[in-house]
């Protein structure tokens, strides 16, 4: 068995490889929405707003999934989301 401070590194590794990944993918979905440059300085304005705003927005959530992430017998089929999913889906409205 693996020292446990050999399992922290990897799920560091592993965590910052997939924060790396979430960018390109991101950078790569915003390229196919084809915006004007105006239309991506507001999104990104309209991002920065709502992070800011109640200081920080979801930051506990966020640091709380890394937490739950570094747990050693973490998996994400216990975190049932469906009713985050849900309410998010009802407040954007039908396609």
Do not use: Y
Not at 4 to 20: D, H, N
């Amino acid at each position: 068995m693996a020292s446990p401070r050999i399992e922290v590194r990897k799920r560091v590794i592993a965590t910052s490889q997939r924060i790396g990944w979430w960018m390109v993918a991101t950078r790569a979905l915003m390229k196919q929405e084809n915006l004007t440059a105006e239309e991506a300085r507001h999104h990104r304005a309209r991002a920065c707003e709502l992070r800011s705003r109640e200081g920080g927005g979801d930051r506990g959530l966020i640091e709380q999934a890394f937490a739950d992430h570094l747990r050693r017998d973490f998996h994400p089929d216990p975190n049932h989301n469906c009713e985050l999913a849900r309410s998010f889906l009802e407040s954007v409205g039908p396609a």
